[in-house]
């Protein structure tokens, strides 16, 4: 399982493979972290959130572009089980009450991939 710590992770979507490269997305809400979605595809993407830990549902990540999430907010659910996300702590996974939030990635109406970011203190 990858982690990603710092202020500012850049995740590479790869959608016609359907992967972020990362998965689950691991971030700090103590830190503000925040998420840099790169698309080096020829078409554009869009990210969506049911519930999101950033101020936006959703990202349009262009063709060959970039596209924040902004901080994660103060108000996001944390994981505070000190497994987590290890799958030893799934049975809390896509629940955000715990700090997993699901998203889906699209292209167009197709539904590409659906990775998770994990808000951790």
């Known amino acids: 399982m990858t982690f990603v710590v710092g202020v500012k992770a850049t995740i590479a979507i790869t959608a016609q493979r359907a992967s972020v490269g990362v998965d689950p997305i691991v971030l700090s809400k103590k830190a503000g972290d925040e998420v ?3 698309n080096p595809e020829a ?5 969506l959130f049911g519930t999101s830990p950033f ?3 959703e990202f349009l990540v262009p063709a060959k572009g970039h596209k924040s999430s902004g901080p994660v907010l103060p108000t996001a659910n944390i994981c505070d089980v000190p497994t987590c996300p290890s799958p030893l702590a799934q049975g809390h996974s896509g629940n ?7 998203y889906s990635i699209l292209r167009d ?3 590409l991939a659906d990775p998770e970011v994990v808000i951790k203190p």
């Open 109 to 111: 109406t197709t539904v």
């Open 96 to 102: 955000i009450k715990h700090g997993h939030y699901k």
């Open 36 to 38: 840099d979605w790169y």
């Open 55 to 57: 101020k936006e549902h």
């Open 43 to 47: 078409f554009d993407v869009t990210l």
